[in-house]
């Protein structure tokens, strides 16, 4: 078992930054793929970025490309989301996901372990 907790969220006006964390616990591995995903209200649930532990390649969507930036903590567990520019249509509950596998992937059904989310609003 994995467990994940995300902390970070908040309202924010925009064009204003956050940055969401993820600490993981359990049974983590480093050929596991990591991936942060959001819901808005009254939407599926849509992929933001992802990365596994074993490589240094990091995929981004690219409704996020060039404002998101992932970073990782290999000595604490903990990946970061920071989140720059932020826009009204980035409000929604972001949640980090755990993928039992070195692969990555945009597709959520793929991903095992689930934190319980953090609310983001961007308003004014």
């Known amino acids: 078992q994995v467990q994940l907790v995300e902390s970070g969220g908040g309202l924010v006006q925009p064009g204003g930054s956050l940055r969401l964390s993820c600490t993981s616990s359990g049974r983590t591995s480093s050929s596991y793929a990591m991936g942060w995903f959001r819901q808005a209200p009254g939407k599926e649930r849509a992929f933001v970025a992802a990365f596994s532990w074993s490589g240094p390649s990091i995929y981004y969507a690219d409704s996020v490309k060039g404002r998101f930036t992932i970073s990782r903590d290999n000595a604490k567990n903990t990946v970061y989301l920071q989140m720059n520019s932020l826009k009204p249509e980035d409000t929604a509950v972001y949640y980090c996901?755990?993928?039992?596998?070195?692969?990555?992937?945009?597709?959520?059904?793929?991903?095992?372990?689930w934190g319980q989310g953090t609310q983001v609003t961007v308003s004014s």
């Open positions: 996901a755990v993928r039992p596998s070195p692969g990555v992937t945009s597709a959520d059904y793929e991903y095992r372990y």
